[in-house]
């Protein structure tokens, strides 16, 4: 059951709609302190929500993050990351941190990795994917580890997984074949 949804996007100088008390009408919520677009927004185990990255209306990619907290419709700046970067993944991990990897930093692709600690506000790096990727996907798994997926263009698919412990574990690389046996694999997980 879906009880609410906060869209966060490019606008920080007006109100952004956020889903309302009432199925299928719209409230008006806070504003982000700064606006982006090409950021990723993940629900926290406290409720809030944590915006990072993205690029700002001028083009410049932020490393800035925000949390929104539902109860009060307000915005506040939290801790920033390590790196600008915008088109990135960000996964809710078991014990509550945020783990963001990839997306682009305005000269290119990266390959960098941080985790969001929301006790502390602070972001700190952790192991590197063996490629730079940008635009790829992100998935928590059953077991605790993040599957990291990119679709390249010749065709094969790339992925990395990450377990719990911050330890990187390259998985290599599967042929088209093998990547929808992949993705249905992936479907039956969840």
Do not use: C
């Amino acid at each position: 059951m879906l009880l609410g949804l906060l869209v966060a996007g490019l606008e920080a100088s007006t109100v952004m709609p956020a889903a309302a008390q009432t199925s299928g009408t719209w409230a008006a919520t806070g504003s982000l302190n700064t606006a982006r677009s090409g950021n990723t927004a993940t629900r926290l185990a406290n409720g809030q929500v944590l915006v990072s990255g993205g690029q700002s209306s001028g083009g410049a990619t932020l490393a800035s993050a925000e949390l929104y907290n539902p109860a009060s419709g307000k915005w506040t700046v939290t801790g920033s990351m390590a790196n600008a970067r915008s088109n990135h993944t960000a996964t809710l991990l078991p014990n509550g941190e945020v783990l963001v990897a990839g997306g682009q930093d305005g000269t290119g692709s990266l390959a960098s990795a941080e985790i969001y600690n929301p006790s502390t506000g602070q972001w700190s790096a952790t192991g590197s994917m063996t490629l730079p990727r940008s635009g790829q996907g992100a998935t928590l798994l059953q077991n605790g580890q993040v599957l990291v997926l990119l679709i390249s263009r010749d065709a094969r698919v790339r992925f990395l997984l990450l377990d719990g412990t911050q330890h990187a574990l390259v998985v290599g690389e599967l042929e088209r074949h093998q990547a929808v046996l992949l993705r249905l694999a992936l479907f039956h997980l969840a």
